[in-house]
């Protein structure tokens, strides 16, 4: 068993302001990487400006991001952070900018680089990184990983090199201006990690401390996510399954409702974690190993497989998608082979059509 979790996190209020400091002293200057309005709304890109200046750290603000990120605006940051001579990075955001914020990172350090060397396998250095999560889902301020979108190919794919960002700062606070529609979905993502790690060929009883935590915790918070209730309280558990859940993947890895959701992102423009939870319920139904499923849905609360199915649909709503589509999807997972060993067992094309919604 291996366990290796190397980035230092802080949560708490005013988490920013707190740990100014720690955040700002990573270099001379810093490129903040984000989106173009949530940051600016929350406030965690004023509290990320603010403690810059406090410490006379310069700064340049790249606010390109996009909803599931380009190789084409990674390399476009790359050439800004090269002519502002940027030595370090902030991401501020949920996991597009948190993603982007790594690859920007690695870019800049490696000036002679193309943009092919983000998928070959190759040790590369790569710029500090430091990450201000504002949503409750990809947990990437702990992973490695930065999942970017590939227009040649109209999917997504995590780029070779594993980069941790060397500080998280968690506040729950900027969760509040989230709409119920990216709460739910970011919440979704955040549970698909949970049981995919722990239903997963890497999973260990190291690495299912963490699943079980988060599920733990996404079970205290499941019915107000559903009746659209939810305290301050159920913020912070939902910012902390997210983190816990992001740390379960790092050691497991995703499997087949991720490897899923990808062309269904990419072709309808459904949310990432709306589109890998439409295939949550059809993989703990047919996930060959149902005493480890009794066990997920025992922490979550849910009395059977059929019960958690019926959760899912009424949360996020049936998305259409057409059977070419399905099929085609189906045929590009099986002939990835690095995402298929993620999953125990042999699969067949018919049991992957049947987890759908």
Same mark, same amino acid.
């Given at each position: 068993?291996?366990?290796?979790?190397?980035?230092?996190?802080?949560?708490?209020?005013?988490?920013?302001k707190?740990?100014?400091?720690?955040?700002a002293?990573?270099?001379?200057?810093?490129?903040?990487?984000?989106?173009?309005?949530?940051?600016r709304?929350?406030?965690?890109?004023?509290?990320?400006?603010?403690a810059l200046?406090?410490e006379n750290?310069?700064?340049?603000?790249?606010?390109e991001?996009?909803?599931?990120?380009?190789?084409?605006?990674?390399?476009?940051?790359?050439?800004?952070?090269l002519?502002?001579?940027?030595?370090?990075?902030?991401?501020?955001?949920?996991?597009?900018p948190?993603?982007a914020?790594?690859?920007?990172?690695?870019?800049?350090?490696?000036?002679?680089?193309?943009?092919?060397?983000l998928?070959?396998?190759?040790?590369?250095?790569?710029?500090?990184?430091?990450c201000?999560p504002?949503?409750c889902?990809t947990?990437?301020e702990?992973?490695?990983?930065?999942?970017?979108?590939?227009?040649?190919?109209?999917?997504?794919k995590s780029?070779?090199?594993k /980069?941790?960002?060397? #500080?998280?700062?968690l506040?729950?606070?900027?969760?509040?201006?989230? =709409? *119920? @529609? !990216?709460?739910?979905?970011?919440?979704?993502?955040?549970l698909?990690h949970? /049981?995919e790690?722990? #239903?997963?060929t890497?999973?260990n009883?190291?690495?299912?401390?963490? =699943? *079980? @935590? !988060?599920?733990?915790?996404?079970?205290?918070?499941?019915?107000?996510?559903?009746?659209?209730?939810?305290?301050?309280?159920d913020?912070?558990?939902?910012?902390h399954?997210?983190?816990?859940? !992001?740390?379960?993947?790092?050691?497991?890895?995703?499997?087949?409702?991720?490897?899923l959701?990808?062309?269904?992102?990419?072709?309808l423009?459904?949310?990432?974690g709306k589109a890998?939870g439409?295939?949550?319920?059809?993989?703990?139904?047919?996930?060959?190993?149902?005493?480890?499923?009794k066990e997920?849905?025992?922490?979550?609360?849910?009395?059977n497989?059929v019960s958690?199915?019926?959760?899912m649909?009424?949360?996020?709503?049936?998305?259409?998608?057409?059977?070419?589509?399905?099929?085609?999807?189906?045929?590009?997972?099986?002939a990835?082979?690095?995402?298929?060993k993620?999953?125990?067992?042999?699969?067949?094309?018919?049991?992957?059509?049947?987890?759908?919604?």
């Open positions: 068993m291996l366990l290796y979790m190397p980035t230092k996190v802080y949560s708490e209020n005013n988490c920013v707190n740990h100014g400091k720690e955040l002293s990573f270099g001379k200057k810093a490129m903040i990487v984000t989106g173009k309005h949530s940051a709304k929350n406030g965690s890109l004023q509290d990320v400006e603010d200046k406090q750290i310069s700064y340049v603000i790249y606010d991001i996009e909803e599931n990120p380009s190789i084409e605006t990674v390399m476009n940051a790359r050439n800004i952070g002519q502002e001579k940027i030595d370090f990075v902030i991401g501020i955001g949920g996991g597009s948190l993603d914020s790594k690859a920007i990172a690695l870019m800049i350090a490696n000036p002679d680089e193309t943009e092919e060397v998928y070959e396998a190759k040790e590369l250095s790569y710029l500090p990184v430091v201000v504002t949503t889902g947990g990437s702990v992973t490695p990983y930065a999942i970017l979108t590939i227009h040649k190919k109209r999917t997504k780029i070779s090199h /980069i941790y960002p060397k #500080l998280a700062l506040d729950a606070k900027y969760l509040k201006s989230m =709409s *119920r @529609e !990216g709460i739910v979905n970011t919440c979704v993502d955040a698909a949970l /049981i790690s722990y #239903l997963n890497n999973s009883e190291l690495n299912r401390v963490y =699943s *079980r @935590e !988060g599920l733990r915790m996404w079970a205290e918070f499941k019915e107000p996510l559903k009746e659209n209730n939810i305290t301050e309280d913020y912070m558990k939902m910012l399954a997210s983190m816990v859940a !992001g740390m379960a993947i790092t050691h497991t890895g995703t499997s087949l409702p991720h490897g959701s990808y062309p269904i992102t990419y072709e423009g459904v949310p990432h890998v439409i295939f949550l319920g059809g993989y703990v139904e047919n996930y060959q190993d149902q005493c480890e499923v997920v849905l025992h922490i979550l609360g849910f009395e497989a958690f199915h019926t959760y649909r009424e949360l996020l709503g049936m998305v259409e998608v057409s059977e070419e589509l399905m099929k085609a999807n189906v045929q590009g997972l099986l990835n082979p690095a995402k298929l993620n999953y125990p067992f042999s699969i067949t094309k018919d049991e992957l059509m049947g987890m759908l919604n």
